[in-house]
């Protein structure tokens, strides 16, 4: 989590995952069917913090319920770093329970944050390890004094009665449950993951034990939501067979949030793939959403004390605002957008500014218009509504011809009419169409650069050898066609 957190003592050995990643970059994330009653979230440690966030300041999207292991109240740190630091985390006993109360019932009647009512039939469960020496105990006491003014005590389960340490409890992965180091995941025979969904969702189907399908692992661009403001270019989804898209099951969403040096960069894809949720999601439809922070955010945090946005708290807040946004893309599935024939189609669509992976779109203002929806061929890009008459778009392939269509939108989202097409080429990539990855040995296999065999690693396609598997071993890689890989780089 966060400060005692980021002193994090280096592995002495390789980290070993059973899981396999995919080949496949980084998509925008899909519109599927999604229950939008069920949809719920829950984290660890700044994780556990920013769930919180998201439970109280958009109660109406996660009125379900919300699980918190290692967090505390909302609004706890008021903005300061030594508040954070210290009754956040150390000196609970300090932490204004009641204030923090009467300031999310002010900022409810002034719209900031949704209101507080829709908290009355969620489900919250909470975890505090009695070993935890990062977030004390403490603190989650003050969180469940917290929700008692907001959720019915019935609706509330609190463990602490289990001897671990700052983690994310598992029943089989993981560090020893007494031991506080990367990756905060501590096997302490406790299926923590399973716990909470079973509250919050009720008696749910076995979990699946087997090795879960690579497939249903999705890596999306959170640049369609957000760019810098501590979150990472890309996120992470699971996505079981029956709710991925086209599919006829209308699935449900659960968000998962990391805490402090938990993301992709630090740990891998371990918090993605070994905290236990992606088990239960595979047998009770349950789309899984792990977004990322980057490791420009401060010990890659996600934000509850304010270091990015003084709005960090309420709905405003850029990374609020972004996760909102993912949950509100990945539940699109299942609606028809509204539509106002009033609005005439944009004019005068137009692309430049070409690179490899990006191209800037224009067009002319619509009178009657509150905000712009892009689509690239065909597929909506933009996952917040565009306020200007241009959009940039992001993670497309070089050397790639698109094509790129506007629509008007009024106040409450609805379409207008669908403008002319304007077409658009890409870039040839840097080193004469050549891609160059720099990266762990460990990475390149879970893009699906390269392979294990014999607890060595080699390139795909070449089948160079890059020596050990592990975390600490770092190779670049040249791809010189479709799932071919060398070693070597480009000019």
């Given amino acids: 989590m966060a400060f005692n957190f980021i002193r994090v003592a280096a592995a002495g050995a390789a980290i070993a995952l059973c899981a396999t990643g995919s080949a ?8 599927l069917k999604i229950d939008k009653t069920q949809t719920t979230v829950s984290g660890l440690s700044a994780g556990g913090f920013m769930a919180v966030q998201l439970h109280v300041a958009y109660s109406a ?26 009754r956040c985390m150390a000196s609970p006993a300090g932490i204004p329970t009641s204030t923090l109360v009467n300031t999310t019932n002010t900022w409810a009647s002034q719209g900031l944050i949704d209101p507080v009512a829709n908290m009355q039939a969620s489900k ?10 990062v977030v004390k105990t403490g603190s989650m006491d003050a969180l469940r004094t917290y929700y008692n003014s907001f959720v019915p005590a019935a609706n509330v389960v609190y463990k602490k009665d289990i001897a671990a340490e700052h983690a994310m409890v598992t029943d089989d992965y993981g560090n020893g449950c007494s031991t506080k180091g990367a990756p905060y995941i501590s096997d302490c025979n406790f299926d923590l993951a399973g716990a909470m969904l079973q509250h919050l969702y009720g008696t749910l189907n076995a979990r699946n034990n087997a090795t879960l399908p690579a497939g249903n692992y999705v890596e999306f661009n959170q640049n369609q939501f957000i760019t810098n403001h501590g ?5 992470w989804a699971y996505i079981p067979q029956a709710c991925q898209a086209g599919g006829t099951e209308t699935c449900r969403l659960h968000v998962v949030l990391h805490g402090c040096k938990q993301n992709v960069s630090d740990v891998q894809q371990q918090y993605v793939r070994n905290t236990g949720y992606n088990r239960w999601a595979d047998t009770n439809n349950i789309v899984m959403l792990y977004p990322q922070t980057s490791l420009a955010a401060t010990n890659s945090c996600f934000d509850w004390w304010g270091y990015d946005s003084a709005n960090y708290a309420k709905k405003s807040g850029p990374q609020m ?8 893309q990945v539940s699109a599935g299942g609606t028809t957008p ?7 189609a944009p004019t005068g669509v137009n692309t430049s500014g070409a690179t490899a992976s990006s191209m800037q779109v224009g067009w002319a203002a619509v009178s009657g218009a509150a905000s712009y929806n892009v689509y690239r061929n065909a597929n909506k890009v933009n996952a917040l509504p565009v306020n200007a008459t241009s959009y940039s778009d992001t993670g497309l392939a070089a050397s790639t011809t698109y094509s790129w269509t506007v629509r008007a939108a009024d106040a409450n989202g609805a379409e207008g009419a669908t403008s002319s097409a304007a077409s658009g080429t890409t870039l040839a990539a840097p080193g004469g169409g050549a891609t160059c990855t720099t990266a762990s040995n460990y990475a390149h296999t879970m893009a699906g650069r ?17 020596g050990l598997w592990n975390i600490f071993v770092t190779k670049t890689l040249k791809q010189t066609a479709t799932n071919y890989y060398v ?5």
């Fill in 24 to 31: 496949f970059a980084a998509v925008n994330l899909p519109a």
């Fill in 487 to 491: 070693i070597g780089t480009c000019p």
């Fill in 124 to 133: 919250v469960y909470l975890f505090s390890g009695t070993l935890d020496s």
């Fill in 321 to 328: 605002a972004a996760i909102k946004a993912m949950v509100d």
């Fill in 61 to 86: 999207t996660f009125a379900k319920g919300a699980g918190v292991v290692a967090g505390g109240p909302f609004y706890c740190a008021e903005g300061s770093i030594v508040n954070a630091t210290g």
């Fill in 231 to 235: 979150m990472a270019t890309t996120g």
């Fill in 450 to 466: 390269a392979y294990v065999a014999g607890g060595y690693t080699f390139a795909l396609g070449s089948n160079q050898s890059m």
């Fill in 338 to 344: 509204p539509t106002n024939p009033a609005l005439p």
